[in-house]
């Protein structure tokens, strides 16, 4: 009877280390991408999963244009989703974001045009207070930013800084720096 009430206990402490663990891997899933890729693409038939690899000398290039390191969890690979149009050409590009805020994760998703282009913008999900960061003036404020115009997203802003608002602006930035790197 120990035996088993000691291997129940350590089991839960295990359980409740992952879980904390788990807590600071900041990734972002995409959700529901068969309802939501019409959002920002009305003309998507489909799309593929893209997944690479985040070198050592890539992160080192990232963070030093950042000025900041990636969170765990983003420092290893770079997912994005390649969309396809009715004739099965590439459309475009989703970029499913996560970034830390002061009550989780604020998770939004941003949708490139051929071009590289800012299309749209959405919140997925966030838990944050102070709602600023999901008005559509706000998330406006990127569309028709250029992949490589990744340090001017902060310049776009000028309004009160919350952690919402601070989170989408470091997110965005974070996303489009790296896709630079390692897409274009």
């Given at each position: 009877?120990?035996?088993?009430?000691?291997?129940?206990?350590?089991c839960l402490f295990l359980s409740d280390i992952?879980?904390?663990?788990?807590?600071?891997?900041?990734?972002?899933?995409?959700?529901?991408?068969?309802?939501?890729?019409?959002?920002?693409?009305?003309?998507?038939?489909?799309?593929?999963?893209?997944?690479?690899?985040?070198?050592?000398?890539?992160?080192?290039?990232?963070?030093?244009?950042?000025?900041?390191?990636?969170?765990?969890?983003?420092?290893?690979?770079?997912?994005?989703?390649?969309?396809?149009?009715?004739?099965?050409?590439?459309?475009?590009?989703?970029?499913?974001?996560?970034?830390?805020?002061?009550?989780?994760?604020?998770?939004?998703?941003?949708?490139?045009?051929?071009?590289?282009?800012?299309?749209?913008?959405?919140?997925?999900?966030?838990?944050?207070?102070?709602?600023?960061?999901?008005?559509?003036?706000?998330?406006?404020?990127?569309?028709?930013?250029?992949?490589?115009?990744?340090?001017?997203?902060?310049?776009?802003?000028?309004?009160?800084?919350?952690?919402?608002?601070?989170?989408?602006?470091?997110?965005?930035?974070?996303?489009?720096?790296?896709?630079?790197?390692?897409?274009?």
């Open positions: 009877m120990v035996l088993l009430f000691s291997s129940i206990v350590l992952a879980i904390i663990s788990a807590q600071e891997v900041y990734l972002c899933v995409w959700r529901n991408p068969e309802r939501t890729m019409t959002t920002i693409f009305p003309d998507a038939r489909d799309y593929k999963t893209i997944t690479l690899d985040i070198s050592d000398g890539d992160r080192v290039e990232i963070e030093s244009d950042l000025g900041h390191e990636l969170l765990p969890g983003q420092e290893k690979q770079f997912l994005y989703y390649d969309m396809i149009g009715s004739d099965g050409d590439s459309i475009g590009s989703i970029i499913a974001a996560s970034q830390k805020g002061e009550y989780g994760i604020v998770e939004f998703v941003f949708g490139l045009d051929e071009e590289g282009k800012i299309k749209d913008i959405y919140i997925q999900r966030a838990r944050e207070r102070d709602r600023t960061f999901k008005k559509r003036e706000f998330l406006d404020l990127f569309v028709g930013l250029n992949v490589s115009e990744a340090d001017q997203v902060k310049q776009r802003y000028s309004g009160p800084e919350t952690p919402g608002t601070k989170a989408v602006i470091r997110g965005i930035r974070k996303e489009l720096t790296a896709f630079n790197h390692l897409v274009e």
